[in-house]
């Protein structure tokens, strides 16, 4: 298994739910990753796990809660979200250590917060 | 400051043509360069990676060369397809959990 599986694939929601956005891969690896790419950006960086451990947040909003339950695993908690939230919210994932390592992305989940 | 700029912004070439991207970085210490393929509404796909000692890659059609000296590298594609039209996003990463620089991607459009 050689990537980065994300669900769902589109979510709507309006500005007072709460929803979770699911990353998964089976690749061992032990650094993972969130950004957050508006149309006709560049991805921006919102945190990286390490080992299971939150070692970068990009000062992202609380509206936004990352939760890493084990090392294939990586969720993203959103509640009260705002309009301009809505974006392609990708998922990687990039084995530690080694000079060759590249990050895999996911497909990514495309948002819309009405 | 950490910087990776593309360019061109967007470009159309007719199939079957060649076409050069480039990608100029000051990001330092710079660990590796990678190319990476995005078509709309999807996740980017690594195209190729290259460290320092690496002068060029080749993927296929795509052939990346890298100039540590003057932080410049390109993007080479051959006999281009319908399915090449796509963003081609230049990513510089730094050494220390793989923390990567975007540019902001060359959008190609290639024509039948």
């Known amino acids: 298994d050689t990537e980065v599986t994300q669900t769902p694939k589109h979510l709507v929601m309006g500005m007072t739910n709460k929803k979770s956005l699911k990353c998964e891969q089976h690749m061992g690896h032990r650094a993972m990753y969130w950004y957050k790419q508006k149309a006709k950006k560049p991805p921006e960086l919102m945190f990286v796990?390490?080992?299971?451990?939150?070692?970068i947040n990009e000062s992202v909003p609380s509206r936004f809660s990352p939760e890493c339950p084990n090392s294939s695993l990586l969720n993203l908690h959103l509640h009260a979200l705002q309009p301009e939230d809505s974006a392609l919210y990708l998922c990687?994932?990039?084995?530690?250590?080694?000079?060759?390592?590249?990050?895999?992305f996911g497909p990514g989940t495309r948002l819309l917060v009405l | 400051k950490n910087q990776v700029e593309q360019s061109p912004q967007s470009l159309i070439i007719l199939e079957g043509k060649n076409c050069t991207l480039q990608?100029?970085?000051?990001?330092?210490?710079?660990?590796?360069l990678r190319w990476y393929k995005q078509d709309t509404g999807r996740g980017p796909v690594s195209l190729t990676i290259m460290t320092f000692s690496e002068n060029t890659k080749s993927n296929g059609r795509y052939t990346a060369t890298l100039d540590a000296d003057t932080k410049q590298s390109s993007l080479h594609i051959t006999a281009s397809q319908l399915s090449d039209s796509a963003s081609y996003i230049c990513v510089v990463s730094l050494s220390t959990l793989g923390r990567l620089y975007f540019g902001r991607g060359t959008q190609l459009t290639v024509w039948p």
């Open positions: 990608c100029n970085y000051t990001v330092s210490p710079f660990s590796n």
């Open positions: 796990y390490s080992y299971e451990k939150l070692s």
């Open positions: 990687a994932s990039r084995p530690v250590g080694g000079s060759q390592e590249t990050q895999y």
